[in-house]
């Protein structure tokens, strides 16, 4: 049996990021990570949209396409559908699938077609050189908006939820081990799964994400221990009367009253009023992890079996009515 290693996902194109860039890190782990999974090189499709992190087909060495803006899941549909032995992959940002490719986006989780989605939120448009995206926080001052962002910004974990993603996830550029057990469960997930990836934009947006990681910022989601965090996991999160959610100092309520995550709960409510954790303005917390991992037939399989199902003897009959009918139809 032959071993493959991370080199034979390594293709022969220059690595064309600006240095520091928070791309290198989660390429470099996807490179790793693919031989772990044991799917081969010609079963694998990287589709990509318009931006800086959608150069990522090119610098792996598998099947890839570098389609156009925010269609990637579109066409990730197609193939999925047709090709039931390919593990496609789609690699946008915050400006290419949630800006034009924000309906695209939403349909393709809300169909739960197998595909996995990796969305690197740096919170601007890098590749067109500092424009506001729709993350970028109210009030950012970028060169589309010399006065401020006057946009509320999306959440894209509390969208894919309230589109009924089934596979929903969060991890940062810097923490590798995080990001490639997130990666891992995700492409292991039948559907769609959706990992936003915050990352790290050093000309345009640099240190974002600086107060997430320097403080007690991140929130770890495990399925089925209470969400606890920072020093000696001193914080923790409750739930509220109204059903939202908050952080307290546990010492105060208790280790019992803390709010226990549950990732295969069938109503997503909660994990939409976690996600809901995150600030939209000035990032100081953000729970990462798995925030739901649920099963739901995927399309792509539903479609198949439709397609391949031998068709009934009145099925053929209403459909040759149809082609031979009288109905005329008038365009005025």
């Known amino acids: 049996m032959t071993t493959v290693n991370r080199k034979e996902f390594v293709s022969d194109q220059e690595v064309r990021w600006c240095p520091g860039c ?16 044991g799917i081969k090189r010609e079963n694998t499709v990287i589709v990509s949209g318009i931006g800086c992190s959608s150069r990522f087909p090119y610098y792996v060495d598998s099947y890839g396409l570098h389609s156009i803006h925010g269609r990637a899941p579109a066409i990730a549909t197609g193939l999925a559908t047709t090709r039931p032995d390919l593990a496609v ?21 809300r169909r739960n077609v197998n ?14 050189k500092g424009q506001y995206s729709p993350t970028s926080e109210v009030g950012k001052v970028t060169k589309s908006t010399p006065a401020g962002s006057v946009d509320t910004p999306f959440n894209p974990l509390s969208l894919a939820l309230g589109a009924e993603a089934t596979f929903v996830a969060r991890t940062v550029d810097s923490n590798r081990a995080h990001l490639t057990e997130v990666l891992t469960a995700a492409i292991a997930h039948r559907g769609a799964s959706l990992v936003e990836i915050y990352q790290n934009c050093p000309i345009f947006n640099d240190g974002a994400f600086d107060d997430l990681k320097a403080g007690p910022g991140l929130i770890p989601l495990r399925h089925g221990e209470p969400i606890t965090f920072g020093p000696d996991q001193s914080q923790g ?25 549950d990732a295969h709960a069938s109503d997503p409510s909660q994990a939409f009023a976690i996600s ?24 792509d399989d ?12 009145e099925r053929l009959a209403a459909l040759q009515a149809l082609v031979s009918g009288q109905d005329t139809w008038t365009v005025a």
């Open 237 to 261: 999160v409750v739930r509220s009367a109204d059903g939202s959610v908050r952080v307290v100092d546990v010492a105060q309520v208790g280790l019992e009253a803390i709010l226990v995550h």
């Open 115 to 128: 595909i996995t989605i990796m969305l690197f939120n740096n919170r601007i448009y890098g590749l067109t």
């Open 89 to 109: 992959w789609v690699v946008t940002g915050d400006g290419d699938a949630l800006s034009i490719g924000g309906n695209h986006l939403i349909h393709a989780l």
């Open 276 to 299: 809901r954790l995150t600030d939209s303005g000035v990032l100081r917390q953000a729970p990462i992890g798995i925030f739901r991992n649920v099963e739901r037939p995927a399309f």
């Open 22 to 37: 928070g791309d290198y890190a989660v390429l470099a782990a996807f490179q790793s990570l693919m031989p772990q999974l």
């Open 302 to 313: 539903a479609m198949r079996a439709q397609v391949s199902m031998p068709a009934p003897e």
